[in-house]
């Protein structure tokens, strides 16, 4: 099992990303896929959901609105396009996919936001 993420960087406030997480060695479109963030010194916060066909999506407060959560269950890919960066998304981004409790995290990707 592999879950990958990419697309992390610097930005500028106001910039945009947009992170890939590419999974194998499951199913993937049985599965429901999140990201989730880590700033240091802070505990890991939801940012996004998405069911396993794609068909719904939730966000935390703070992203509705910038965020977007999108997948591709043919490429096994899922895409967070984050739009309106401000500093305070700067954080380490994971993602995670799972189905009936049993959870696969990736080693996640760092995003700062900073002039």
């Known amino acids: 099992v592999q879950v990958v993420e990419s697309g992390g960087g610097l930005v500028q406030p106001g910039g945009s990303l947009r992170l890939s997480c590419a999974a194998s060695?499951?199913?993937?479109?049985?599965?429901?896929m999140s990201w989730y963030c880590q700033a240091p010194g802070r505990e890991r916060k939801f940012v996004a959901a998405?069911?396993?066909?794609?068909?719904?999506?939730n966000y935390a407060d703070s992203v509705k609105g910038r965020f977007t959560l999108s997948r591709d269950n043919a490429k096994n890919t899922v895409y967070l396009q984050m739009n309106n960066l401000k500093p305070e998304d700067t954080a380490v981004y994971y993602c995670?996919?799972?189905?009936?409790?049993?959870?696969?995290w990736g080693q996640g990707t760092q995003v700062t936001v900073s002039s």
């Open positions: 995670r996919a799972e189905r009936h409790g049993l959870a696969y």
């Open positions: 060695g499951f199913t993937f479109s049985n599965y429901g």
């Open positions: 998405i069911s396993s066909a794609g068909d719904s999506t």
